[in-house]
């Protein structure tokens, strides 16, 4: 066993630490975790959540949390997989964990199937939620050569029952089939947005009109530029679908292009920070939101870029090429996070005319270890 | 052919008159006319024997099935000048003539002598071709070694001996590693005496290799020696196929790197080894990456020592390269040799001392010898000459000091020379100088010297190099060189690695000015560089912009810049452009923004004028198609043939290049115009072949399966290479160090290894004949867990396999002893737990070691060491599954006895000992010997601890025995040892766990033996049921024929018997008739019987006395054959005493 890899800024980066030492079987040691906190020093209730799932996931982990929780040794075992039930709490949303394991997702020993429970929407300004990472994290999927062999083994992600922050009650389905070694991406190509597709989801509101009054707002925006707009609304009441005892109102909204790129944004109402915003404003907001996203460019989304790196250096060792618009904090942290556990540089080259960032590597040649041959 | 109209040939006659001329004429008339009738004859076009062509395309399609296949991986290197050279292994058994064969090779190849053939010896055999002969020891050890790396395997086979052991025990080897090229050798033909006795063994030997390895395998007869040489045909006859193999991807090979060392060093300083010679030293290996791409952070395995973390690898330029220019064929100087371990030329390696043969003892200067009025530079000393370089050092007018003040050293080639004590500002320029050598004596020892044999291609490039080969000095130079890397290392331990320019010369060099200038610009106009943002100024390495460069010939003006780079910065380290890590906050969220908002913005879109959504207009399928400028999304230019390509694909019209490419032609040189015409034709072939594919599309109207597979294949192909070429250029671009640094060492390189901390015995017991592997591991296969595998006993090994005894497994690169547990499935997938491995059968093997991925193949071997009669592969399997834990399970049968039985249920006791394991087992399923069937309950109150209530489907009996069947979870045994057979002196001295038995052998102890275990006689009292009683209640309810009947006892005859019987005399004459026919019968019978008896005694009188005189013959033979042996015996003794 390799030597454990030490990192002293606390629970930054907590879920990809973790991923990554899975993932290379190299140990890690976390320490300072919210140590000046004196209130609440250690580790936070979703992040031992967040352990106990990878727990569940994989067989011989070792994890030692000393008394403050402010240091955690993680020994990493070997990815499981198979059907497991999870409990998220309500302080993070289904989106953060739904985040966090889905690098490890197709590396199991039999394909995955995680039941969710907790919250599914109202927290995006922190977490992508279900509705997201499906609409932008699927397709990611397919192109790494996850779940395209059959319609049975597809990668999915359902939301089985709504619930919105604060109060959890919701259900999410997560389901990943496994591959041997993923395909190396050379996605540049951004195309051009033929067509925008959108959900509103209102929950535990008594008017459904509100969820199509903020479809209509965000159409309003989208139509200046193109006329194939469709967005759809789904409202939620207790009686009806059975969702969480929490009102939410959300907007997903996501461009496919000629090339297959789809590009996605959510926004959600959040009440304690925004306090009343009009489903209006909310719809016009969203939109913006994903305009924006169009006129970074690129071929995938800010949110799910680590995601993407992670993968393309897991590839087999060919090179893969991928096409963002900017890269984000959390992103510039997952590259300096696979140099020092994986050893992979990437190649950042700026396109001055598109403004985008060409990315490339050489894959690590990671194999699925853990799956069986027969 | 002008004289082909001339030739006139016999023409048909068409006939003027007759039958045949009339219907003509008719059909010509009628064909005018147009009332010609087509004729249907049917049997016009069929088929003539319809089995026969059933036959043929039924095999021509089978044969163009066989042809296609779905294109493997393949990571060799298109270009023969990337590539490493390829190993060719030399194995046989002892006194086959293996040396003698690579002697031969290198004397057909180089036209040199080699003296010894230790270490690997690489050759150049063609234009753009090389190989590396490396001999097999035989030593099971160092046989898995060379199967592991061999690109292609010389099995020398002794002809007049016949195949022996350790030839079969290889090619199993092999099978299991990756089945490499194999060719045979047969050598000592010469010692046949007859012809046909030649002609048969050959026969013999080839049907035996060709079902070993497969039908049609090349061999060689190698017939007699010549002044210590195979004889010159016939070697040239195995140079022609060697230079032809066609190498298969090996899935091992593909996905590691490895090295096999040429040489290495001790670079440990002096003082600390004379402190404690028995310190860990540090070591630099040299050899050519081969395999896949040798990453500087990567953990490698040198293979019989351990696994090491690399603390520097450098390129260096190869030791024996191919040709630059491109002539047709090898020219005889250029057929170079590089053996650092044999004796070549003047220079031999000893344990720990290097020496140099000066040729003659006496010295004069070469001015002397030419007069004067000649000034003679280094330059002119011929480096090739054994003594070139200490006449170059003798030759010295200047000291160092005075040399090294106005040594001037030329950056570039081209570029103008900097004087010493010019200072440079910039961090970067000083970091480089406390790595840089300074340019005085080593400058003047020329290279060659160091690899005697070596032709210097180009004096001058070699003169700049960086001399970071400790090596080159000679032994007296040793200690201050140890002294300098000492420092080196103390100056530079945040350093994890450094990377120098190196190599041949590449093709994304050949426009390296150009890049550079595009680069150059692409960086001006971007605000920061974005590599510096994401892995700050000193994750990146200092680049002193190797793109400013020129693009002269030399490769080798980039070794100059050894660069550093640390693989994990401390924090502080971070160089001031490098994003901070407090923007995210330990909330860990991936939307964290830094300080983008994207609320203000939400004004800006839906503003007014919209200027924002116009700029993003253009982004839709509604906007403006037109609107691309050049160098938009879609199109892109490939930077090998610097064609240009539109969004689809299709080529796009150069011609505003191709004019002045036109015009620039003039001004090039050859290299470039030759180039350049190669572009050009490649370019030209491409639009071909895309017209005739397309061609092709449409011609084919029906889509048929064929097709449709064809067209998949070929899908595949094409992938397959568009993808080769990505991976090759897509790093190129940004120069020789950025390419290092992105995708690690390639294939092909020469690289310089350090490792610290290997064990001293290392370098004590260092073996030149045995050979040395560097392996690249991936991470998972640092990680030490259980395996299982499908594994099964060789059947040519002569015992089968114990569980719990020690096993040596060679898994990857690695070969360590482990302690395996064999298991076998039942149907419902548990594994049960196997004491012995099944003869002939497959069976599971569990055991704890260093993780390999599962489909690898695994060997095992018993002892390496010591004499081992008969096969030594003990068993051969593949890798199934990793785990941390394995479910292995044996059959347990827990025994009680019943001590109380009411109705159904019962109180059982003996079974368990405690309460505790009675409620750990409550619900479990029980049964009587007699068949009935229970559950456990609860443990009881009273009586013996551990006894419970049950409950069965019947009364059982207080005799009854109960038992429950359980599995009980096998504990594997944890234990690894890798063979670090390196570390141990001799030959066959490494010596690990040794099985029970062979300990007990030794010590003398004799079996233990369970007295539970042994058969004992078994007692079976003689039950005694009582009497059956039956209540009388009972009784009298029963109906009368199940009653119990009080018969007593009859006295006396009954009345049947007892009454007197008057017979009629009719009838009295019937029963005596009867009587007296009865005794007839029985007379007869009789009679026949004692004729019987006396028969069978006459017999067995007889056949004894046959016997007995058998006996006697079989006694006297007996006794004849025991003399003739024990005089055999007494010979022999005789002999040994007298040898004695």
Redesign the interface.
């Known amino acids: 066993m390799s030597k454990a890899i030490r990192f002293d800024d606390g629970a930054t980066q907590f879920r990809q630490r973790l991923i990554a030492s899975i993932l290379s079987h190299r140990p890690v040691l976390i320490r300072n975790i919210r140590a000046e906190d004196l209130e609440n020093p250690g580790l936070k209730d979703y992040e031992a959540s967040f352990l106990r799932l990878l727990d569940s996931m994989t067989n011989g982990s070792k994890m030692e949390i000393n008394n403050t929780g402010t240091q955690l040794r993680f020994q990493p075992g070997v990815l499981l997989g198979g059907d497991i039930q999870h409990q998220c709490p309500d302080s993070r949303s289904i989106g953060w964990f739904l985040e966090g394991i889905m690098p490890l997702a197709p590396f199991g020993k039999e394909e995955l199937s995680i039941y969710f429970e907790g919250i599914t929407d109202g927290c995006c300004e922190l977490d992508p939620s279900a509705d997201y990472l499906q609409k932008s994290a699927i397709p990611l999927f397919a192109k790494f050569g996850i779940g395209i062999d059959d319609d049975d083994s597809a990668v999915r992600i359902r939301v089985l029952q709504r619930a919105a922050a604060p109060t959890g009650g919701g259900k999410v389905h997560f389901q990943c089939p496994i591959v041997k070694e993923l395909t190396p991406i050379n996605f540049t190509d951004p195309g051009r947005i033929k067509r925008i597709r959108g959900t509103s989801i209102s929950c535990k509101i008594v008017s459904s009109s509100m969820a199509a009054r903020v479809a209509y707002a965000a159409k309003g925006v989208f139509h200046k530029v193109l006329p194939d707009v469709w967005i759809h609304t789904d409202a939620h009441t207790q009686k009806n679908h059975g969702c969480g005892p929490s009102p939410g109102l959300s907007l997903v909204v996501s461009t496919e292009s000629t090339t297959g790129v789809i590009l996605t944004a959510e926004c959600c109402l959040n009440q304690a920070e925004r306090g009343a915003e009009l489903p209006e404003d909310l719809g016009q907001r969203g939109a913006c939101l994903l305009l924006n996203e169009v006129q970074k460019g690129g071929c995938i989304d800010t949110s799910v870029q680590s995601l993407a790196f992670m993968w393309m250096t897991l590839t087999p060792e060919d090179v893969s090429r991928l096409r963002i618009g900017s890269l984000s904090p959390y992103s510039v942290e997952t590259l300096r996070l696979l140099k020092k556990f994986f050893g992979i540089e990437f190649k950042l080259k700026a396109d001055e005319d598109s403004k985008t960032i060409l990315m490339s590597c050489l894959g690590t040649g990671y194999r699925n270890m853990a799956k069986a041959s027969t | 052919m002008e004289g082909a109209d001339k030739i006139d040939n016999h023409k048909h006659k068409e006939s003027k008159e007759g039958r045949g001329a009339k219907e003509k004429k008719k059909d010509l008339k009628a064909k005018k006319d147009g009332s010609r009738k087509e004729r249907h004859n049917h049997r016009a076009f069929s088929v003539a024997n319809i089995v026969r062509t059933q036959r043929t395309i039924q095999r021509n399609l089978d044969r163009s099935q066989k042809k296609e296949y779905v294109p493997q991986?393949d990571?060799r290197s298109a270009h023969p000048n990337q590539s490493p050279p390829s190993l060719v292994v030399v194995m046989g058994p002892k006194g086959v003539g293996k040396s003698t064969l690579i002697r031969s090779l290198v004397k057909i190849y180089t036209n040199q002598n080699l003296t010894t053939t230790t270490g690997p010896v690489t050759v150049v055999i063609g234009k753009n071709k090389r190989i590396t002969l490396l001999e097999c020891p035989n030593q099971p050890a160092s046989m898995l070694d060379c199967a592991k790396i061999a690109d292609l395997v010389l099995l020398c086979v002794d002809a007049k001996f016949g195949f022996e052991m350790e030839t079969f025990e290889f090619l199993n080897i092999l099978q299991t590693h990756g089945f490499p090229k194999v060719m045979g050798v047969f050598t000592h033909l010469d010692q046949f005496h007859t012809a046909k006795n030649l002609r048969k063994t050959k026969k013999l030997l080839k049907q035996r290799f060709w079902t070993e390895i497969y039908e049609g395998a090349k061999m060689f007869y190698f017939s007699g020696i010549v002044n210590g040489k195979y004889l010159k045909n016939e070697v040239k006859q195995l140079t022609l196929f060697i230079s032809r193999v066609k190498y298969r991807p090996l899935v091992w090979r593909n996905?590691h790197p490895y090295v096999l060392i040429d040489r290495h060093e001790d670079i440990t300083h002096p003082n600390v080894t004379d402190k404690d010679p028995k310190c860990d030293r540090s070591i630099t290996f040299y050899g050519y990456v081969r395999g896949?791409?040798l990453?500087?952070?990567?953990?490698v395995h040198l293979i019989g020592v351990g696994d090491f973390d690399m603390s520097i690898v450098s390129t260096l330029s190869d030791p024996c390269p191919i040709p630059e220019q491109d002539d047709k064929t090898l020219k005889k100087k250029d057929a170079l040799l590089f053996a650092p371990l044999s004796n070549v030329g003047a220079v031999s390696f000893d344990k720990d001392a290097i020496y140099i043969d000066i040729g003659r003892a006496n010295y004069t200067k070469n001015t002397e010898l030419e007069g004067n009025n000649k000034e003679v530079s280094d330059r002119e000393i011929d480096p090739e000459e054994p003594a070139g370089m200490l006449k170059g050092l003798q030759d010295i007018d200047s000291a160092v000091d005075e040399k090294m003040e106005s040594a001037a050293l030329r950056l570039y080639m081209g570029s103008k020379a900097v004087p010493a004590g010019y200072d440079y500002d910039s961090d970067a320029e000083r970091d480089e100088s406390s790595v840089l050598p300074s340019p005085s004596a080593h400058d003047d020892g020329h290279r060659a010297e160091i690899y005697p044999g070596i032709k210097v291609h180009k004096s001058d490039s070699y003169k700049e190099e960086s001399t970071d080969t400790p090596e080159e000095s000679n032994s007296d130079e040793d200690s201050t060189e140890g002294s300098d890397d000492g420092v080196e290392d103390e100056s530079d331990d945040e350093s994890k690695y450094d990377i120098e320019g190196g190599g041949g010369e590449m093709s994304w060099k050949r426009d390296i000015t150009k890049h550079a200038v595009e680069s150059f610009l692409?960086r001006q106009?971007?605000k920061l560089n974005?590599?510096e943002?994401?892995?700050g100024s000193n994750?990146?390495i200092q680049v002193t912009d190797d793109q400013g460069e020129d693009d002269g010939e030399s490769s080798d003006d980039e070794e100059f810049f050894k660069l550093k780079a640390s693989?994990?910065e401390k924090?502080g380290s971070h160089g001031s452009t490098k994003?901070s890590?407090s923007?995210?906050?330990?909330?860990?969220?991936?939307?964290?923004?830094?300080n983008e908002r994207?609320?203000s913005?939400?004004d800006r879109?839906?503003s007014v004028d919209?200027s924002?959504?116009e700029?993003?207009?253009d982004?839709?399928?509604?906007?403006n198609?037109g609107a691309k400028?050049?160098?938009?999304?879609?199109s892109f230019e490939d930077l090998e043939t610097g064609e240009r390509y539109g969004?689809g694909g299709e080529v796009l019209s150069d011609n505003g290049n191709s004019d002045s490419e036109d015009e620039s032609v003039g001004d090039m040189n050859d290299a470039e115009l030759r180039d350049y015409h190669a572009k050009k034709k490649a370019s030209l072939k491409r639009r071909y072949d895309q017209d005739y594919d397309e061609k092709k599309v449409t011609n084919g109207s029906e889509t048929k399966d064929e097709d449709a597979e064809n067209k998949y294949l070929e899908e595949l192909k094409r992938q397959k290479e568009e993808?080769s070429k990505?991976?090759e250029s897509?790093?190129g671009e940004?120069g020789e160090r950025?390419r290092l640094?992105?995708?690690?060492f390639r294939q092909g390189l020469y690289c310089r290894i350090q490792i610290d901390g290997v064990p001293h015995s290392f370098v004590k017991n260092f073996n030149p004949n045995l050979p040395l592997v560097i392996g690249g591991l991936?991470?998972?296969e640092?990680?030490?867990?259980l395996t299982r595998c499908r594994i099964k006993k060789h059947r040519w090994h002569q015992r089968i396999l114990k569980c719990n005894d020690p096993l040596i497994f060679s898994i990857g690169w690695r070969r360590f002893q482990s302690i395996p547990t064999y298991s076998t499935e039942d149907e419902n997938g548990r594994h049960r737990y196997l004491k012995y491995t099944p003869e002939h059968m497959h069976c599971f093997a569990t055991f704890y070691g260093p993780?390999a991925?599962?489909?690898s193949g695994i060997l095992a071997i018993q002892r390496l060491s010591g004499n081992i009669s008969g096969f030594r592969i003990a068993a051969t399997g593949?890798?199934?599954?990793?785990?941390?834990?394995f479910p292995v399970v044996k059959k347990l049968k827990l025994v009680g006895t019943p001590t109380k039985i009411y109705k159904n249920t019962a109180f059982i006791s003996g079974m368990f000992n405690s309460d505790l394991e009675v409620s750990r087992f409550e619900g479990a399923s029980i049964r009587t010997v007699s068949g009935i069937r229970g559950q456990v309950k609860k443990a009881a109150r009273e009586g013996q601890p551990g006894s419970f209530r049950a409950t069965f489907e019947d009364k059982i009996l207080l005799s009854d025995i109960v038992f429950c069947r359980t599995w009980m979870p096998v504990q594997m045994k944890e234990y690894y040892n890798p063979v670090t057979n390196h570390l141990e002196s001799g030959d066959e001295s490494w010596h690990g766990m040794k099985p029970k038995a062979q300990l007990q052998i030794e010590t003398k102890i004799p079996i233990e033996v369970n007295p539970d275990s042994i058969y004992k006689p078994i007692d079976r009292p003689d039950v005694k049921f009582s009497k059956l009683n039956i209540p009388k209640k009972l009784e009298e309810a029963l109906p009368y024929a199940s009653k119990h009947k009080n018969e007593n006892k009859r006295n006396g005859k009954g009345y049947v018997a007892r009454r007197a019987v008057v017979m009629e005399s009719s009838e009295k004459k019937k029963y005596s008739f009867l009587q007296a026919l009865n005794s007839i019968r029985n007379e007869k019978v009789k009679i026949r019987k004692d004729k019987k008896e006396n028969k069978r005694i006459d017999q067995s009188k007889k056949s004894a006395k046959k016997e007995e005189a058998l006996l006697a013959i079989r006694k006297a033979a007996k006794k004849r054959q025991y003399r003739a042996e024990g005089k055999r015996e007494k010979a022999k003794e005789a002999k040994r005493q007298k040898v004695g």
Not at chain 2, 619 to 623: D, L, M, P, Q
Not at chain 2, 878 to 885: G, K, N, P, W
């Open positions: 991986k990571r996905t896949s791409h990453k500087a952070g990567m953990k692409v106009a971007s974005l590599k943002y994401v892995y994750g990146g693989s994990r924090e994003l890590l923007v995210l906050t330990e909330n860990d969220s991936c939307r964290i923004m830094g994207v609320d913005e939400v879109w839906l919209s924002l959504i700029s993003v207009r982004k839709f399928v509604t906007g198609w400028q050049d160098g938009d999304l879609g969004p993808r990505m991976n897509e790093f940004e950025a640094r992105h995708e690690g991936t991470p998972q640092t990680n030490l867990g993780q991925a599962p489909n593949v890798v199934l599954e990793l785990d941390a834990s």
